[in-house]
């Protein structure tokens, strides 16, 4: 079936594991400083998708946050 697009795979037991055999999510996923930097990008291009009025109120509150967990420690 390579002569069709379908090479390795699609082994004899069916599709293989981008995680090279293991099992579970955490092989697929072992590269953690690259999620966490999609996962920033991914934020980043959230806010500024928002409205003005929504970026300023959560500017704010970030902070206001900020000032009240330096008089709480």
Do not use: C, K
Not at 34 to 53: K, R
């Amino acid at each position: 079936m390579v002569e069709y697009g379908h090479g390795i795979s699609d082994g004899p037991a069916g599709q293989v594991n981008p995680g090279g055999g293991a099992t579970g999510d955490a092989a697929a996923n072992s590269d953690w400083g690259v999620a966490i930097g999609n996962g920033v990008g991914d934020a980043w291009q959230t806010f500024t998708a928002l409205p003005a009025w929504q970026m300023a109120l959560i500017v704010v509150l970030i902070i206001g946050g900020l000032i009240v967990l330096r008089r709480a420690f």
